[in-house]
T-cell receptor, first 111, second 113 residues
């Protein structure tokens, strides 16, 4: 069974701080997605990375796909209260349409 | 544009009762996914439809669970009989094609007493 472990599970930081969330697996993925989910809503896609070593930036968010396509990281610079939410990574299974979701990181940014 | 619509938003029922969850995908999308989310197991794919045809139901936990998609604009997930361990948030998502971005609905929070 493919597993995607995210760390940390919970993170509470002050506004303006930087943070990094990790997504790790022993499996190779065709692509990797990051989602953010707010209470009472479904996950919303932030980014998809496809190539090993790929780096994508979305304003203050930087996403990186590991060279071996087994892991990924999400770095947030100068976090804001609006960044609060559940961050989920999802790995695409090779040769299929399926994505396996990670265990999630619950982020709280205090004003 | 309306996103994925799910109903009801909340459902509380007693063990043994039948539960039907409904989903209206985004118009024009040809792929539909049902997921279940719990604290213990995270977000799990239950079943996937493409062009209204069930392609993969390997994530459906038991025979008590069934899903249908009678047309391109409607899908149901039925649990009969329901059990307390079925309590979770159930999400429907749709996409245009197999590998494109999935758009999630707001979910149905199911509580089985």
């Amino acid at each position: 069974t493919q597993l995607l472990e995210q760390s940390p599970q919970f993170l509470s930081i002050q506004e303006g701080e930087n943070l990094t969330v990790y997504c790790n697996s022993s499996s190779v993925f065709s692509s990797l997605q990051w989602y953010r989910q707010e209470p009472g809503e479904g996950p919303v896609l932030l980014v998809t990375v496809v190539t090993g070593g790929e780096v994508k930036k979305l304003k203050r968010l930087t996403f990186q796909f590991g060279d071996a396509r087994k892991d990924s990281s999400l770095h947030i610079t100068a976090a804001q209260p609006g960044d609060t939410g559940l961050y989920l990574c999802a790995g695409g299974l090779m040769g299929t349409y399926k994505y396996i979701f990670g265990t999630g990181t619950r982020l709280k940014v205090l004003a | 544009d309306a996103g994925v619509i799910q109903s009801p938003r909340h459902e509380v029922t007693e063990m043994g009762q039948e539960v039907t969850l409904r989903c209206k995908p985004i118009s024009g999308h040809n792929s539909l996914f049902w997921y279940r989310q719990t604290m213990m197991r995270g977000l799990e794919l239950l079943i996937y439809f493409n062009n209204n045809v069930p392609i993969d139901d390997s994530g459906m936990p038991e025979d008590r669970f069934s899903a249908k998609m009678p047309n391109a604009s409607f899908s149901t997930l039925k649990i009969q009989p329901s059990e307390p361990r079925d309590s979770a948030v159930y999400f429907c998502a749709s996409s245009l094609g197999d590998y494109n971005e999935q758009f999630f609905g707001p979910g149905t929070r199911l509580t089985v007493l």
